[in-house]
């Protein structure tokens, strides 16, 4: 009867083509499409004539029933799996396993490796070219697994194929901003996946498909709530549930995380206090760690946001981040669990600098936590912002492994309605120099721990993923959960690789598609700088949701709420003045930075505002002057859209009609928003600068009035209440 | 490059079919699946071999494009439309567009025909038989069109088929309780398919889809937004929006409705007052209804909840609901739209029984309403329990329009956990007797306004639906929007039609398969019943989000909000006195249910503890005292899901892996949710009645004060702030 089923399938789906393309849209990368080529075809089909693949466990389980899947798919036969290796022409087992011939073959390959890598080679046995998936571990097959696929799914040759890859950082972590509610806090592509009303007992098949899709680029690690906590996800009704999620995502090599409210003892354990010195304290942490650990024997361990924004945190009891992060981290440590310890924190009752105060704080700290504490920044100091210098903690924590944090969800990127390439804006942070052990000192260096050799590395990344059916709301935003995924295994990847390398498994093979494409993607992320915030400028968003443009906002309680305190545009001039004339932000970077961007002359332009203030009329290295070039770079990330409108029409003959309509009907929002941040900023800042718009730059049809008169109550993402 | 995606997708799906059978879920009851018998595919080719169907309209389109979608997945091959009638095999088309020579074959069909109906009929013609499917309009084709081929999908013999069908209601509406934030007051299917942020421009699939599935059943108006209605969706920038869903609805006969808050004119026109007798206010809303007209020419009307569970309303002007449902009936009735005006009112400064108030206060106003106006009336008189006489305005109302309002979200029948099959409640409340005519003066000719010859019939259903993969949950919920959409088109269907249809149409049409699930069905309803509230007993939920038992909760604000004040045990007995003796509800009823309810010995057991407050000993009609015979229903409803298991196992055959573990890992949770009912409510119960359980009964495994501590604070569905 099953074999029936199928059959129906195939033809259920032979014409209701435009009607469940839409469903297509789910399988993301991992679609494992029908080879086109002939040759490569053939020269797959011979590759998998004989399959050797033991797989005594549930993680091989898996990485076999992925091969299972995918091969008939793309080969259009079944996998002829085969229980004798001499016979095999592909041999997928871990080294130990491997009669001692074939391990001689690879083991100076395997040698390299660390515990999560693979090594994919063709080699001569018996007389014949086999090809070989082998690791260290089961996890490493996993992943082993993962890549061959993707890469029939590009097409590659394989034939005489030597490839060996280790992960490069330890975690490689989604952050979930998911409220027990099912709410999303910055989310836009629908709610949480996670429905704790129907756990642990039902097991959707998203929460599987969540874990390939993760291990297929070498995610390891999910924090599953949000870093604005609630203390009940510690309770055992929800542990309950927390179990039966690890419990799948255990197969696919990834570790599960929990939020921890630093308030937890106080509001689910009956104490009067929550001060880390406390010895109740401290005892009903680690009673819950044991607790915990007796449910999900790998649990990963805490992400803790404390002292921020109103969340609790041990300086209500005199104590430091320190005091709070060893509490926890000494409860964890018997288990292996790690606390990761954010440091985005600002105090209203600190008129610093907002970007100046996490260094301030956490600098001297360094050397001062214990060993599996790690401290999480922001790729910025400021907010995720479009475009920021890299946070100046980065190199400037020695002691301490850092973790970056990076934001996949597009809080002030367009949501997801705006077709933006994140890992342009990641790159462009992991390739820059924080000079603090000398030139070459790059934050990617600094995050996968070779500068400093830190004992732990990691990143993170704020998840995009709702319930959306395309799990991302923007299907291009899927390019934006698997770079950060390929970058959080190899930070010194290329744009430029990630942008093809998805573009192959997701839409097509076609160079006449994939090079126009792969351009489009590749400007976004600079087109959303030049219409939002070019040259510097900064969180001059729209109140609470942070849709759409508020540079006049000035009336929130804190001041670092505001955009104005950002901008500080005036009738002389417009930008943050943090030299040394200013709030001196830039002495948190190494000498050669500081004195280079104490400078407006040798300051890169795209961070011209970030530090300084400067006259309407400062003459831009293009000649314009600094009011003609606000206006034209708002002017050409609108064009830049337009471009990519385009750019997409051109790509119609390679696209079903739902790939082709779902991007062109949101790049029509893009555009049209693209236009509302260009009118109204230039409007807004023109009554400061009183000159005209430059030639070139598209009169506003609406006022500054009508601008700032719109309200977005239900804008999606909004920070619900906090308890 | 399109024709070469189609080849791609037939291999994708060939065998990756356990990772994509959930994808299936989304397609409802139109699978389309191919047809498997030889004989009957054979037939249905020839009856299709030349299809006739010229479109001309949207709506035309659509339903050819449904035939399009369908035929070749049903019969494996495209379908060959022709423009030459004279040779074609199937006719379809309008009545006015037909030649001569058909219209006589049909016209005693057509005449009988209301405007919404269809005719598909083998006729002789030109010497060969052919099959005609026709209407007098453009809805009536797209109707016919999807009941051919909900016929094809149940292998229904169509050579000599004879057919005329038209809606018996209509008004046949779907209630959204859709907030403007997408959460869904007791939504249980995720959040709400309406993403505002992305519309007007994003016409997702969905809508496409959740129409056509709509239109496939004869829904034909649809409420988006909670009864419980912010303004916000009457200005502009949401009527934007709302323009955009009801273009893509009116392709399908759907018109679309809004609830409209009574304080709107205050809290969005910037008036002092929302008095339905001040003129401004009068003006305000004429012209909303032009404003809106302007933009959808087709608007339905107004849905209104007013001084109802402090929503606002004419009462707080001195005015009654009359005067505020015709003064928004005035401002509509120029551009042919409704007011529904819901009667589900009960005030905290009456002290009447709450089952009484809607009927006090609504009989009064019979006959004043103006001819565009219609009452809303909920099924029974207290709040879709899983069983409740007919609510009592049902029959009594005779001037008035009256629309039932079914509940097909399940908020007190197990959320969208629990396999509840509902048209056996609705029925139950149609085929009852209002006997205010006479005998056989039933519900369902009151709805469809036979009895009294109503200017407009009704059917409300509030929504189950949600973005979840399978729009509803549980995939058996879909057969409760499925039967409801049946229903309002014909409120006489049996249930056994029903879950046949549903059955053949969403799984298979083998019999081995149909026969047990079917019964399993039909008893899901009782089986709910009696493991929550058997024998009358009603509204014992948990507080707020009505998530399992909670007949001990005593300390709400409102009396008539507590299980206690409705299941009134003590020492003495259990139930609620509604006879003469009592409450005397039962003088809302015609005289003769009026003294049958009145006497314990001719109330229906299954109203007993609704009508009467009787001793624990009260002899039933098993011989059983009343106290065994609560406790043996409660265990009844427990066995009768162990069935529901058994009954599921045995239908593995026939099912995909996914089909088969979805269903019973949520049958897994209904077992555990229904023995936490029978234990909680027994222990409760026993605390009175100080008897032992009777032999048979399952002893609970935890004691009562372990039920009376779980709290749910994040239990889906629960009412969110109104405003």
Redesign the interface.
Known sequence: ??Q?????????????????????D??LWL????I?SKTVLQSYADLVSQVYFPADNEVLENAKNELS?AL??ML?K?VAFSKNLAESTLIIDRYDQLPNALQKLIKEDVDNLNDEGYVIKTVAYNDKNISLVSAKTNIGILYGTFRLLNLMQMNEDLAGVSLADSPKIDLRMLNHWDN????IERG?A??SLWN???LP???D??YI?YARANASVGINATVLTNVNANA?VLTPMYLEKVEALAKVFRGYGIKVYLTARFSAPIEIGNLKTADPLNEEVQKWWSNKAKEIYARIPDFGGFLVKANSEGQPGPQKYGRNHVDGANMMATALKPFGGNVIWRAFVYSEHDDTDRAKQAYDEFLPYDGKFKDNVVVQVKNGAIDFQPREPFHPLFGALKETPIAMEFQITQEYLG?S?HLVFLPKLFIEVLEADTYQKGPGSTVAKVVDGSLYNNAISAMAGVSNIG???NWTGHPFAQANWYGFGRLAWNPYLSADEIAEEWLRTTYSNDKNFIEPIKEMMLTSREAVVNYMNPLGLHHIFDTGHHYGPGPWVDNLSRPDWNPIYYHKADENGIGFDRTDTGSNATEQYAPFLEKKFNDPATTPEMFLLWFHHLPWDYKLKSGNSLWDGIALKYQKGVDQVSTMIATWENAK??L???EYEEVK??L??QL?EAKWWRNACLLYFQTFSKRPLPKGVEQPNKSLEEYRSLKF????GIRPQWN
């Open positions: 009867m099953k029936f089923k199928i059959v129906i399938l195939l033809f259920t789906l032979y014409t209701a083509s435009v009607k469940s393309q839409h469903l297509e789910y399988k679609k494992y499409g029908r086109e899947t008939p798919n259009g079944p027990l509610d099912r709410s836009y629908g709610f704790w009303q129907k007992e039902y097991i098949q998203r498909d009940l949501f309605t319930n959306d059916l003959p390679f079903t009609v739902h009907m949101l029509q929002i049209k109550p239900f804008a999606p």
